[in-house]
T-cell receptor, first 116, second 115 residues
Framework: SQTIHQWPATLVQPVGSPLSLECTVEGTSNPNLYWYRQAAGRGLQLLFY??????ISSEVPQNLSASRPQDRQFILSSKKLLLSDSGFYLC???????????????FGPGTRLTVL | AQSVAQPEDQVNVAEGNPLTVKCTYS??????LFWYVQYPNRGLQFLLK??????LVKGSYGFEAEFNKSQTSFHLKKPSALVSDSALYFCAVRDIAGGSYIPTFGRGTSLIVHP
């Protein structure tokens, strides 16, 4: 069966410090991968998605970046964190999406980031 | 373009009573519709989805949802609520004819089941 891991679970970082959040998926190949941010326990904001190694699409311009160095690894980074970067970061995967696909997404446990 | 609305920020229901969490959508073609549940400080869990066919979809934990094309709605329902159903619920939509393969999520509805 497939599993998705995220770490760390919680993180407290000072403003201006760098960030690296990691997400890995097991038990599947060539998944679509996603990074979402959830502020104040409510709506999801899609940050990045990837359809393959080295292929990253950004949905929202900001000081965050994403990379996919391996098929089942997705990393969210920042060179300098802002206070507004605080939130709950969720990684998700789905089988590859195409015009007719109806696959749901599978979410990781999330990382709670607090920027002070 | 695709969009989804969850008109209620919070729904309160007594344990044992039926519950409904509302979702309406807008697409240019036909929709794929999804419901997810999120418990505090956890990731989202998939509950059920509508693809085609029977308008009443059954999912996990006794939940079901009814697709209504004329009202462009996909309300989540359960005949008898449990305190453990208290969580945040998200509706999501994908427009089959749309250019984006990624679903759009609603803002979420907090369900509170009182003992």
């Amino acid at each position: 069966s497939q599993t998705i891991h995220q770490w760390p679970a919680t993180l407290v970082q000072p403003v201006g410090s760098p960030l690296s959040l990691e997400c890995t998926v097991e038990g599947t190949s060539n998944p679509n991968l996603y990074w979402y941010r959830q502020a104040a326990g409510r709506g999801l904001q899609l940050l990045f998605y990837s359809v393959g190694i080295g292929q990253i699409s950004s949905e929202v311009p900001q000081n965050l970046s994403a990379s996919r160095p391996q098929d089942r690894q997705f990393i969210l980074s920042s060179k300098k964190l802002l206070l507004s970067d605080s939130g709950f970061y969720l990684c998700a995967w789905s089988p590859i999406l195409f015009a007719g696909s109806n696959n749901e997404q599978f979410f990781g446990p999330g990382t709670r980031l607090t920027v002070l | 373009a695709q969009s989804v609305a969850q008109p209620e920020d919070q729904v309160n229901v007594a344990e044992g009573n039926p519950l409904t969490v509302k979702c309406t959508y807008s697409v240019s073609g036909n929709p794929y519709l999804f419901w997810y549940v999120q418990y505090p400080n956890r990731g989202l869990q998939f509950l059920l989805k509508y693809i085609t066919g029977d308008n009443l979809v059954k999912g996990s934990y006794g939940f079901e949802a009814e697709f209504n094309k004329s009202q462009t709605s996909f309300h989540l329902k359960k005949p008898s609520a449990l305190v453990s159903d208290s969580a945040l619920y998200f509706c999501a939509v994908r427009d089959i004819a749309g250019g984006s393969y990624i679903p759009t999520f609603g803002r979420g509805t907090s369900l509170i089941v009182h003992p």
